[in-house]
T-cell receptor, first 113, second 113 residues
């Protein structure tokens, strides 16, 4: 079972470059999420999609855009990367009810020089 | 608004000793509580969850947690830890109308031989 698959696993960008992080889930989940993880700060929600066709801002949306391409796929785009966006990015999915756990991918480690 | 506090950023412990990782939450609505584990360079895996019913919840790898509504706590315990338990542990809460998870900042459990 693949679960939640993120690509790429590692990426180095220069300031100002753009990039799209891809996420796909094979569990037929309704909701999908993008987080960033920084030392000492836990996971912070960037954007989420409660269901296909909807997206909403999370705690730290500035500098990012998202697309819920279909029920399986949810991409995160950095239009003009900044060093402050150096982080580990995690995608997650869930059935969508608040008593259901989220399932996480293995992360994308992004460095911006 | 909901919040989660994990007061201990690191907990060193010797192998085969008991351990408790503390988690306190704040919420104005009924909550669902989760503990996740993150091994190095991996995503988060669900350890256990409290939805309702018995306040003592058992999870994978011998971990358990107790929901205490009056203390607004959900501490994680294991009676005897192994080297392989070395990882970062995150407490999370959800509830109300949203299906978003709010994470604590994490506790690094460092098991020493």
């Amino acid at each position: 079972n693949a679960g939640v698959t993120q690509t790429p696993k590692f990426q180095v960008l220069k300031t100002g470059q753009s990039m799209t992080l891809q996420c796909a889930q094979d569990m037929n989940h309704n909701s999908m999420y993008w987080y960033r993880q920084d030392p000492g700060m836990g996971l912070r929600l960037i954007y989420y999609s409660a269901s296909e066709g909807t997206t909403d801002k999370g705690e730290v949306p500035n500098g990012y855009n998202v697309s819920r391409l279909n029920k399986r796929e949810f991409s995160l785009r950095l239009e003009s990367a900044a060093p402050s966006q150096t982080s580990v990015y995690f995608c997650a999915s869930s059935e969508g009810r608040n008593n259901q756990p989220q399932h996480f991918g293995d992360g994308t480690r992004l460095s911006i020089l | 608004a909901q919040s989660v506090t994990q007061l201990d950023s690191q907990v060193p412990v010797f192998e085969e000793a008991p351990v408790e990782l503390r988690c306190n939450y704040s919420s104005s609505v009924s909550v669902y509580l989760f503990w996740y584990v993150q091994y190095p360079n991996q995503g988060l895996q669900l350890l256990l969850k409290y939805l309702s019913g018995s306040t003592l919840v058992k999870g994978i790898n011998g971990f358990e947690a107790e929901f205490n509504k009056s203390q607004t706590s959900f501490h994680l315990r294991k009676p005897s830890v192994h080297i392989s338990d070395t990882a970062e542990y995150f407490c999370a809460v959800s509830g109300g109308a949203t299906n978003k998870l709010i994470f604590g900042t994490g506790t690094l459990l460092a098991v020493q031989p």
